[in-house]
């Protein structure tokens, strides 16, 4: 089964937006990661945030995690073309990466 | 430093014929996993190695899926036989421990 879900399930800005993506998960964690994937391609990991920490940064990407409500946001600023894509959170529970359904985010030029 | 390799990239086949797909993680990563993303899902995990042996695999159709990693490096995944369901992208991804894995670029199957 699916561990993390992630909200919206579809994303449409114009380039230079913000985009934010939510992923909501059931159990505790050890460690939240988010990965993109473009179409019909591998996914690739963008950043991973521990239970302990509440934020992180990565360039234009911006991480929260709050895990009282069990919950993480990925925020993408000043969004570009090229982030077009699909962005899956995925959470360890116990020994291994449940991954959500995904955001689909589309940035129109 | 080269990625994870997966072969074939594509392969149709039609129900009830088996197929396999290989995969070739990054030198060193001790975990191996072969993942199962049916379109506009998110992967959903078919099993993980740990070296050679085997750490979960609760989510591998037993019945017509069988994988190996032998000598804890490169593995295969089989489907025999293969139903319509089936129809999929194969990922395989691979870490050193348990943190960032890393994928390749997936084998997408059709069954007809």
């Known amino acids: 089964s699916q561990q993390g879900e992630e909200d919206p399930q579809a994303l449409s800005i114009q380039e230079g937006e913000n985009a934010t993506m939510n992923c909501s998960y059931k159990t505790s964690i050890n460690n939240l990661q988010w990965y993109r994937q473009n179409s019909g391609r591998g996914l690739v990991h963008l950043i991973l945030i521990r239970s302990n920490e509440r934020e992180k940064h990565s360039g234009r990407l911006r991480v929260t995690l709050d895990t009282s409500k069990k919950s993480s946001s990925l925020l993408i600023t000043a969004s570009r073309a090229a982030d077009t894509a699909s962005y899956f959170c995925?959470?360890?529970?116990?020994?291994?990466?449940?991954f959500g359904a995904g955001t689909r985010l589309t940035v129109k030029p | 430093e080269a990625g994870v390799a997966q072969s074939p990239r594509y392969k149709i086949i039609e129900k009830r014929q088996s197929v396999a797909f290989w995969c070739n993680p990054i030198s060193g990563h001790a975990t191996l996993y072969w993942y199962q993303q049916i379109l506009g899902q998110g992967p959903k995990l078919l099993i993980q190695?740990?070296?050679?042996?085997?750490?979960?695999d609760s989510q591998l159709p037993k019945d017509r899926f069988s994988a190996e990693r032998l000598k804890g490096v490169d593995s295969t995944l089989k489907i025999q036989p293969a139903k319509l369901e089936d129809s999929a992208v194969y990922l395989c991804a691979s870490s050193f421990g348990l943190d960032t894995q890393y994928f390749g670029p997936g084998t997408r199957l059709t069954v007809l």
């Open positions: 190695f740990q070296n050679n042996g085997v750490v979960d």
């Open positions: 995925a959470t360890d529970a116990e020994r291994d990466m449940r």
